[in-house]
T-cell receptor, first 113, second 115 residues
Framework: AQTVTQSQPEMSVQEAETVTLSCTYD???????LFWYKQPPSRQMILVIR??????QNATENRFSVNFQKAAKSFSLKISDSQLGDTAMYFC??????????FGQGTELSVKP | DTGVSQDPRHKITKRGQNVTFRCDPI?????LYWYRQTLGQGPEFLTY????????KSRLLSDRFSAERPKGSFSTLEIQRTEQGDSAMYLC?????????????FGSGTRLTVV
């Protein structure tokens, strides 16, 4: 069975600074996908970024980028130039090909002015 | 199409009562998922449909829980004889067949409180 672990329950960062959220996962699959989702307070979950395991190049989406270390089964999210609107719960998630999303426990990020 | 809709947004019920939630997915999406999320935790998978077929159910889904998607469009999740441990946010999501490329689109959830 696949598992996803986020070891940082809470983090905070000053506005305009950079923060990195950690995620590790365990799987015996070779073909899989990794995701970061953002869940703002009392709002719906939205997709932030996605990585295909067979691609060595790290995914980037504007201020969001990942550091994907396949051998270490690590998938961290870096947020550059943090903004107040980035305050949210962030969930790392795993999906094997044709499977379902499996989520980590989440990291609550607070961006302080 | 305005995304995934869930109704109601909030539900308070007495222990032992039955409750039913509805999810309307994005119309082009043929996959629909139900998750349960308790406070401070990540969503836990409950079940999913491809069109009208229920393809997988979690062991978390006791026999008090049932889900349907009768015409491959909207879905309902029913909980019979509710217990306090059922209090949680119930999330619905939908995706195209190729969910790996697009991820899921989530609804705003139904928050259930069992008193």
């Amino acid at each position: 069975a696949q598992t996803v672990t986020q070891s940082q329950p809470e983090m905070s960062v000053q506005e305009a600074e950079t923060v990195t959220l950690s995620c590790t996962y365990d799987t015996s699959e070779s073909n899989y996908y990794l995701f970061w989702y953002k869940q703002p307070p009392s709002r719906q979950m939205i997709l932030v970024i996605r990585q295909e395991a067979y691609k060595q190049q790290n995914a980037t989406e504007n201020r969001f980028s990942v550091n994907f270390q396949k051998a270490a089964k690590s998938f961290s999210l870096k947020i550059s130039d943090s903004q107040l609107g980035d305050t949210a719960m962030y969930f790392c998630a795993f999906m094997k090909h044709g499977g379902k999303l499996i989520f980590g426990q989440g990291t609550e990020l607070s961006v302080k002015p | 199409d305005t995304g995934v809709s869930q109704d109601p947004r909030h539900k308070i019920t007495k222990r032992g009562q039955n409750v039913t939630f509805r999810c309307d997915p994005i119309s082009e999406h043929n996959r629909l998922y139900w998750y349960r999320q308790t406070l401070g935790q990540g969503p836990e998978f409950l079940t999913y449909f491809q069109n009208e077929a229920q393809l997988e159910k979690s062991r978390l889904l006791s026999d008090r829980f049932s889900a349907e998607r009768p015409k491959g469009s909207f879905s309902t999740l029913e909980i019979q004889r509710t217990e306090q441990g059922d209090s949680a946010m119930y999330l619905c999501a939908s995706s195209p067949w190729d969910s790996t490329n697009y991820g899921y689109t989530f609804g705003s959830g139904t928050r259930l409180t069992v008193v």
